[in-house]
């Protein structure tokens, strides 16, 4: 279903997103990030409390064997994904919180994920090989890294990196969404609903349950959409690639048919709330000076 | 003339300056750059951080190179026009400094001009060559059907940056922001120009520095295009000595920076009067880094400058530093290395500063200045500011209150202030009464209502223009909107006086909210508390957005002009 090529894709795009992303930040962004526990507590509280919650409900309350079950909880317990940066632009959110909250999310994501994700693993019992989740997530760090030495060595490099990383990162989207579907028809049309449920569910219910929690804490409705984005797009291409590390054979395609699901359904919904959103923000929008140039 | 004021300049300021210290802006250029050599002197940085570096040596070459295409290839004589168009960016001092080792006369023209206004400009100044950005080259067909234009050069923001960023930055403006167009008229492109004028160097037949020997202090530097307050756009004559003697006036109050060391952000346009003189001119002499910000709007375009660069100085606007002080990301991390802000253009707001100094921990110096002074007359001396005022006026300048007869006023007394010094300019280019009425036995008249402190601080009380006339009493828009500025829910605001059959006139305010549920009631009841009842707003009309100029100074006379309409259209109907 995920054939080696586009398993190596899939590890490139990765590699080069968090490159990009690393270029656009700087040390004082998580200093910053620290002192605003606030907005880090409703980003970790919405990343590794609402969303594998949601997937262990979904997984413990839909009709699906073991590894599916396994797929959605790997799947709901990923970090953020970078496309919310993307959607979050259009839906003229605060991009730099939607910035912020994927990179805290997947830098906190080393110690929260194997923790969370072992933690709901037991309540269903089963098996979930943590050592390669962490050597894997530790891995992902690497490229931010060298993105933010980069910047600090070359502010041209650094916003070059920046630039071309969201752009191959949408051109990769693209190309595995075109190429993967006529390919994999068979499983499209064989696969249940309850997976498609699991799958799609767990997006929607993230949108919802974000922009719930940030309404109710009174945030302004730039950040409630931030939020919710931020909440329900995960790392799908992350999954896909901590699975190809982790499980091996048949298995490991049957647990890869919830995130390869999720990646596909989770572009369309977020476009659709992103036209929501886009007719709803209409006074709330934050009036820029101008007459400056 | 006595000058009280003196006694509030540092120790090491001179009250008068003798001597010029270059005979003419070409020879400021090429010294400054033998000095400071491979160090920096101009980065533009983009909104993404994208950015591109000119060595002093580099803007020296480049710039004589082009001064010898303008007077080998193009033909130009000492003393023709050179329009430029152009927003911050590489070209603009790579430009300005050519024409004025051409020993030709610059021409600032506002990139945002719509063709109808760029040809007014180009008819009445009459330019023999223009360089123009390719985003604004669209209106050229249009614009120059009045005055024909015979060289026309092109250039581009990303222009002089390294090949890969140049190429985005060329590619998104291209393909995504889809604001380039065709160039329907000849040209040349700029870099072509430059290596044309190199080549015609390099066969030896004209030695540096040849043009400049025959430019005069006296002789125009810049046409500065200036709407004054008539409306009427005229071309203020600043001379070689007028622009040098006014940045060093400017730099001799500034004290604390050091040469060669500074980082200075440069967020205005460079072809409004006040970035010119003190920044393009001012800083380079100075031998500061100039980081160049091509457009500042939104404020996040800013961003990446504050967080790429040691920024040590800037220059702004009361509405930049307000702007500012409101976006999240400059209250988190305010300029760790900033040593003070300087503002002009608009009156800057008590509050505003105020907020500025606690966020940043420096003052915001205030200065004072119009296109026809090359710009600045007064400053506030650092370590004695003084709020509500524009400061002291620099060395070698004298200032005076004066009343309707021309005679001075009495001490505190408001009066029309004059300036007289070396900065101000020779007269409005082909306009001899204009310039009658300005200067008046050598003496500049400003417009600007003032009053002068017994030690010699001024305070500009509001526009001669602007004053609103309340059963008798003078209200000044200033002291209201200041008023207005301190209150919380309210963003900005502008104050004009409207026709009122019972009082003659009547004071009306235009708010931008910040707090959406502000009333009408809450605001009167607000002015109430600080202001005394007749200048207290009758009128207060909610609004998005105020007319600003292209330096973000609220245009009060836009809001007039709408009220106007809207009177004599209730009249007709």
């Known amino acids: ?151 600090k060595l070359n502010a041209n490099a650094g916003a070059v990196t920046e630039f071309l990383g969201s752009l191959l ?125 | ?144 059907k009045g005055h024909h234009i015979p060289t026309v050069i092109v250039t581009r923001v990303a222009e002089f940056m390294p090949s890969l960023p140049k190429m985005i930055v060329g590619a998104v403006q291209k393909y995504w922001d889809k604001t380039i167009h065709p160039v329907d008229v000849a040209h040349i492109r700029l870099p072509d120009a430059i290596a044309a004028g190199a080549a015609r160097r390099d066969e030896g037949k004209i030695g540096a520095g040849s043009y400049t020997a025959s430019v005069d202090p006296d002789d125009i530097a810049c046409l500065q295009y200036t709407g004054g307050t008539t409306g009427v756009s005229k071309g203020a004559m600043l001379s070689h000595r007028n622009i040098i003697m006014n940045m060093a006036q400017t730099m001799e109050m500034i004290s604390g920076v050091k040469k060669g060391e500074e980082v200075a952000l ?70 760790k290395h900033l040593k003070f802000a300087s503002a002009g253009g608009m009156a800057l707001q008590k509050a505003v500063a105020e907020r500025w100094e606690e966020i940043t921990g420096k003052p915001v110096l205030e200065g004072y200045g119009l296109t026809e002074s090359s710009p600045v007359i007064t400053f506030n001396p650092l370590g004695r500011t003084r709020s509500n005022s524009i400061g002291v006026p620099v060395p070698s300048t004298d200032v005076a209150c004066l009343d309707a007869g021309g005679k001075p006023v009495a001490q505190g007394e408001a009066g029309e202030l004059a300036a007289r010094g070396p900065q101000v300019m020779l007269g409005y280019w082909n306009r001899p009464e204009e310039t009658e009425k300005a200067i008046r036995d050598g003496w500049l008249l400003t417009g600007d209502i003032a009053t002068m402190d017994a030690d010699g601080y001024f305070r500009i009380v509001d526009r001669k223009k602007d004053m609103v006339l309340v059963s008798g009493f003078n209200v000044y828009p200033n002291e209201i909107e200041d008023c207005l500025a301190a209150h919380p829910g309210i963003v900005e605001s502008a104050v004009i006086g409207v026709p009122d059959g019972a009082s003659g006139e009547a004071v009306k305010a235009y708010v931008v909210r910040r707090d959406p549920a502000l009333t009408v009631e809450d605001v009167r009841a607000y002015c109430k508390l600080h202001l005394t009842g007749y200048k207290v707003p009758r009128l207060v009309e909610f609004r998005d957005d105020l007319p600003k100029s292209n330096v973000g100074k609220i245009l009060r006379k836009d809001l007039r002009a709408e009220q106007e309409t809207r009177t004599s259209e209730a009249a007709s109907a």
Request: glycine fraction near 8%; aromatic fraction near 12%; charged fraction near 10%.
């Open chain 1, 1 to 151: 279903m995920v054939g080696p090529l586009e398993q190596a894709i899939l590890a490139l795009m990765i590699f080069v997103i968090m490159l990009g992303m690393g270029a656009s930040l700087t040390p004082r962004d998580f200093a910053l990030a620290l002192k605003r526990p606030y907005g880090l507590f409703i980003g970790v509280a919405s990343q590794y409390g609402f969303m594998p919650f949601i997937a262990f409900l979904l997984a413990i309350s839909l009709p699906v064997p073991d590894p599916i079950k396994i797929g959605i909880l790997i799947m709901g317990c990923m970090p953020g994904g970078t496309t919310s940066n993307i959607f979050t632009y259009f839906s003229k959110g605060n991009l730099a919180l939607s910035v912020l909250m994927t990179v805290n999310s997947t830098v906190f994501g080393v110690v929260l994920i194997p923790l969370v994700l072992v933690l709901y693993a037991g309540a269903l019992d089963l098996q979930i090989p943590r050592e390669n989740i962490i050597v894997t997530l530790v891995l992902l760090l690497v490229p931010v890294a060298i993105g933010m030495g980069l910047r």
């Open chain 1, 169 to 293: 990162a949408v051109i990769f989207i693209l190309f595995l969404i075109v190429s993967w579907i006529p390919r994999n028809w068979d499983f499209l049309t064989t696969t249940t609903w309850a997976t498609y449920f699991g799958a799609i569910g767990l997006g929607v219910f993230g949108f919802a349950i974000g922009y719930g929690f940030a309404t109710l804490l009174k945030l302004h409705p730039r950040n409630a959409r931030t939020i919710a984005l931020e909440t329900g797009i995960q790392n799908g291409p992350l999954a896909i690639a901590i699975i190809a590390f982790t499980f091996s054979g048949t298995e490991a395609q049957s647990v890869m048919a919830v995130p390869a699901l999720y990646s596909l359904f989770i572009v369309m919904t977020s476009t659709m709330l992103t036209f929501w959103f886009r007719r709803i923000n209409n006074a709330g929008e934050q009036k820029l000076p101008d007459g400056l140039l």
């Open chain 2, 1 to 144: 003339m006595e000058r009280p004021w003196t006694s509030f300049y540092g120790p090491s300021v001179r009250a008068e300056i003798d001597e010029l210290p270059f005979r003419n802006l070409g020879d400021l250029v090429s010294h400054t750059a033998s000095v400071y050599g491979e160090a920096a002197a101009f980065t533009v940085c983009l909104p993404n951080g994208m950015n591109g570096t000119l060595s002093f040596r580099q803007v020296d070459e480049m710039s004589t190179a082009l001064a010898a295409y303008l007077r080998e290839v193009a033909g130009l004589q000492q003393g023709d026009r050179v329009a430029l168009q152009a927003p911050n960016g590489l070209p603009f001092p790579v430009v300005a400094f050519g024409v004025f080792k051409a020993g030709c006369v610059l021409v600032n023209v506002n990139p945002l001009y719509t063709a109808e206004e760029m040809a007014k400009q180009f008819a009445d100044s009459k330019p023999s060559a223009l360089v123009i950005v390719d985003m604004f080259a669209d209106k050229l067909p249009e614009a120059l």
């Open chain 2, 266 to 335: 440069t967020a205005l346009p460079m072809y409004h009067i006040f970035a010119f003189t003190v920044n393009l001119i001012g800083f380079y002499w100075l031998g500061a880094r100039n980081i160049l910000i091509p457009n500042p709007r939104p404020l996040s375009n800013l961003k990446r400058a504050f967080e790429n660069y040691k920024i040590t100085w800037m220059s702004g606007v009361n509405t930049l530093f307000n702007g500012l002080s409101s976006e999240v990301w400059f209250l988190d991390t305010p300029p």
